[in-house]
């Protein structure tokens, strides 16, 4: 089992980004999968939640209205639209399969600065 993130960068404070989540050895369309990230000092934290088929999602607060996260099945992919980023949403961003045994990508660092 593998996942593997891409898309981050640096990019200014109003823009967007487009993350991608690319899964390996496994079927996404039989689990829910999530979107975390952890900036310096601070602990890991959840920003976006999707089920099995997308048709429920779930976001804190601090990234509501701004991020959505959604898969694409056929292509085992699950991506993190981010909009009107701002510079507290710096961090490494993970995907995480969700299940009895959870498994983490490498994390891409997004980095909002002017």
């Keep these: 089992v593998q996942l593997v993130e891409s898309g981050g960068g640096l990019v200014q404070p109003g823009g967007s980004l487009r993350l991608s989540c690319a899964a390996f050895g496994f079927t996404t369309s039989s689990y829910d999968m999530s979107w975390y990230r952890q900036a310096p000092g601070k602990e890991r934290e959840l920003v976006a939640y999707i089920t ?3 048709g429920r ?4 607060d ?4 701004r991020f959505t996260i959604s898969r694409d099945n056929a292509k085992n992919t699950v991506y993190l639209q981010m909009n009107s980023l701002k510079p507290e ?3 490494v961003y993970y995907c995480r399969r969700n299940g009895l045994i959870d498994y983490w990508g490498q994390g891409t660092q ?3 600065s002017s």
Excluded: L, R
């Design 110 to 112: 997004v980095t909002v």
């Design 52 to 54: 099995t088929t997308g």
């Design 62 to 65: 601090s990234v509501k209205g």
């Design 57 to 60: 999602t779930n976001y804190p």
């Design 89 to 91: 949403d710096t961090a």
